[in-house]
């Protein structure tokens, strides 16, 4: 695993990077590239630090396009295209991402996201008034992992802020009626994840996607929470491996 930073319009994008394998992972909320650790480590890719967050610089973020257009111009820049995997905000970055910028999206990892993340008032106001206690409840509700839940625990606490920020962005973020309608219309290969025990993004949100995405795969990881991707790397990691070979059809 190694890191390096690049400069996109002025602003440093810090990644942490494994083998050359085209794929870019986004992370969620409060967040950071290191939450990939085990995918960069076993697969290989691109995790991001997205502006605000882990190494990368400060920036004035007003909606997750922000995000996404950070994103999109560091996978155009470096990669062309690529399969791009998106953990619960991250999930909601990866479809901005698919409507902005289509021609550089190869196939679509969701993984305990939503095509709508409101976010409940309690954790909202909490994270305002009562930092350390509600940093502490979302842990909790993050996953079933009780060495984790400590270790999430710390980092929102340390990061309320910026977590503040995002899950503002994520209460806005609604692809509902979009999909409905069909104006989202994925044409892409998609593997969609979601832990059976989800408190924050359940299986329900997971099959949506399944429902409205003609060439997508459903995973429901047993006894895991929001948190799959940390809580059950084997199987997250066998599933992202098949998906690899299906849409590049190299073995990653
Ligand atoms: N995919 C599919 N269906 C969804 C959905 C999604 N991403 N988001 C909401 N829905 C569905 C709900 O299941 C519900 O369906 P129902 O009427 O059949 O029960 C309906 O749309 C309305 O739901 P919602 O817009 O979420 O409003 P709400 O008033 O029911 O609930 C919250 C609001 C915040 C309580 C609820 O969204 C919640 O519990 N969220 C999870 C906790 C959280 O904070 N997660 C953070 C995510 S970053």
Redesign the pocket.
């Known amino acids: 695993m190694e890191r390096f930073t690049t400069i996109i319009d002025g602003l440093q994008l810090s990644i942490v990077k494994g083998k050359d394998v085209p794929i870019v992972y986004i992370h969620?909320?409060g967040g950071d590239a290191t939450f990939w650790k085990n995918q960069i480590e076993e697969i290989g890719g691109y995790a991001i630090d997205l502006p605000e967050h882990g190494e990368s610089s400060t920036a004035e973020i007003y909606s997750l396009d922000d995000y996404a257009y950070f994103a999109a111009k560091f996978i155009k820049k470096y990669l062309g295209s690529s399969i791009i995997a998106g953990h619960?905000?991250g999930g909601?970055v990866v479809q901005k991402i698919y409507l902005e910028y289509r021609s550089i999206v190869d196939g679509m990892i969701l993984i305990g996201?939503?095509?709508?993340?409101?976010?409940?008032?309690e954790?909202l106001e909490g994270l305002k008034s009562k930092p350390e206690e509600t940093a502490r409840f979302?842990a909790e509700?993050s996953s079933v992992d009780e060495k984790l839940v400590e270790d999430l625990s710390n980092k929102f606490r340390e990061r309320a802020k910026v977590f503040l920020l995002d899950?503002q962005l994520?209460?806005k973020f609604?692809l509902?009626d979009k999909y409905k309608s069909g104006e989202m219309n994925v044409d892409v290969p998609t593997l969609i994840i979601v832990g059976e025990k989800d408190?924050?993004?359940?299986p329900?949100?997971?099959?949506?996607?399944h429902e409205h995405i003609p060439d997508s795969e459903l995973i429901v990881v047993p006894n895991a929470g929001h948190m799959v991707m940390l809580e059950r790397p084997d199987i997250v990691n066998d599933a992202i491996k098949k998906f690899v070979k299906k849409v590049t059809g190299d073995e990653p």
Do not use: N, Q, W
């Open positions: 969620c909320a619960s905000m909601a996201t939503g095509a709508r993340l409101r976010v409940l008032p954790i979302i509700l899950l994520c209460d609604d509902l408190k924050l993004t359940p329900k949100y997971a099959e949506f996607f």
